[in-house]
């Protein structure tokens, strides 16, 4: 089993940057991919990016994400850090990480998430 926590929420202004990290421990060996969502009051939660564990030159980002946030993996530690600049008040969220044990399989294990809200 893999667990997953986030880390690094809070509140900014708009413009503004901020680093979230995403600390996996157990059976991580066993990860394919991490993946970064988010869920906002009242809408579904959405993809935001994802990175390859064993290949981080492999990531992808949603459209509304892509230029302005970046994913890396620190593999000392086991952490996949999600840098976010140019935050919009639309960037407001609970942010998620998630872990799939495959390229096809489910996201089969979820931090509890971090809230970050952006002011205008």
């Known amino acids: 089993q893999v667990h997953l926590v986030e880390s690094g929420g809070g509140l900014v202004q708009a413009g503004d940057s901020l680093k979230l990290s995403c600390a996996a421990s157990?059976?991580?060996?066993?990860?394919?991919?991490v993946g970064w969502f988010r869920q906002a009051p009242g809408k579904e939660r959405e993809f935001v990016g994802s990175?390859?564990?064993?290949?981080?030159?492999?990531?992808a980002y949603s459209d509304s994400v892509e230029g302005r946030y970046t994913i890396s993996k620190d593999s000392a530690t086991n952490t996949v850090n999600l840098q976010m600049n140019s935050l919009k008040p639309e960037d407001t969220a609970v942010y998620y990480c998630?872990?799939?044990?495959?390229?096809?399989?489910?996201?089969?294990?979820w931090g509890p998430g971090t809230q970050v809200t952006v002011s205008s």
């Open positions: 157990g059976r991580t060996f066993s990860i394919y991919a």
């Open positions: 990175i390859m564990w064993n290949n981080v030159r492999v990531r």
């Open positions: 998630a872990a799939r044990a495959g390229k096809a399989g489910p996201w089969g294990s």
